[in-house]
């Protein structure tokens, strides 16, 4: 695997990471975390890092810091964080999403691919997902050729739809999955994601604000790593 993929800063990373697990239930309405530096040391990070991250789950409402008494978990239905969209999780719920890129090219849409876009061609990028250091699916992503004339590997985030609003100006607004079964793809063989033939396969539209899709991919998870979640809110 190449690093073409840039990671997320740390404490960003970390944010995401306490995100998922409360949206998982791993962390519950109203639990107290351990003290910072305790939790800074079992996490790996600094204690600045630590604190930078609990800032923005405090910004984002999900979290109490009471002076002198500590820092409480306040529950959402969904939490909005960077992975919002993302639906796989750790069979045990939450896991830190990561990525690695295989190979991203522009090609001429396929033509078992859905009709969308206004383009006639789409960068197709290739990615092992991870879940807390644990592959457990591969993604192919088409993005709409009409939105780019070309790409920076180097200026890729882990979290596709963070590039894109950052880099191109669109913001993902609505996504739809179709999920079922399939056969691994032959592009996969020997990456290390599946030990079985017929994997978990999600397809996804991912539309922007005025309702045009701009992005079509499907992933295919390794069931005995990863499962779907989709809560309601």
Not at 14 to 42: F, H
Not at 129 to 148: F, M, T
Request: aromatic share 8%.
């Amino acid at each position: 695997m190449r690093p073409d993929a840039t990671a997320l800063p740390k404490h960003v990373q970390t944010s995401e990471a306490l995100i998922r697990d409360i949206s998982a239930g791993r962390l519950r309405d109203g639990q107290k975390l351990p003290p910072e530096r305790e939790m800074a040391a079992e996490l790996g990070i600094a204690v600045g890092t630590l604190r930078k991250a609990l800032g923005e789950l405090q910004a984002k409402g999900l979290l109490d810091r009471i002076h002198g008494s500590g820092n409480y978990v306040r529950h959402k239905p969904e939490a909005a964080g960077l992975y919002a969209f993302f639906r796989l999780e750790q069979l045990d719920g939450g896991g830190l999403p990561t990525a690695d890129l295989v190979s991203l090219d522009k090609l001429g849409k396929p033509a078992d691919l859905p009709v969308f876009g206004r383009a006639s061609d789409a960068f197709r990028m290739r990615r092992i997902r991870a879940l807390s250091g644990v592959s457990v699916a591969l993604e192919e992503i088409w993005l709409d050729g009409h939105w780019a004339s070309e790409i920076d590997t180097k200026r890729l985030s882990e979290s596709l739809y963070l590039f894109y609003r950052r880099s191109l100006g669109l913001w993902i607004a609505r996504a739809e999955d179709r999920v079922g079964l399939a056969d691994a793809p032959e592009w996969g063989h020997g990456l290390g994601v599946f030990d079985s033939k017929t994997v978990g396969h999600v397809e996804r539209l991912s539309e922007i604000e005025t309702g045009e899709v701009v992005e079509y991919s499907r992933t295919w998870f390794n069931t005995n790593r990863a499962r779907y979640v989709a809560r309601m809110k």
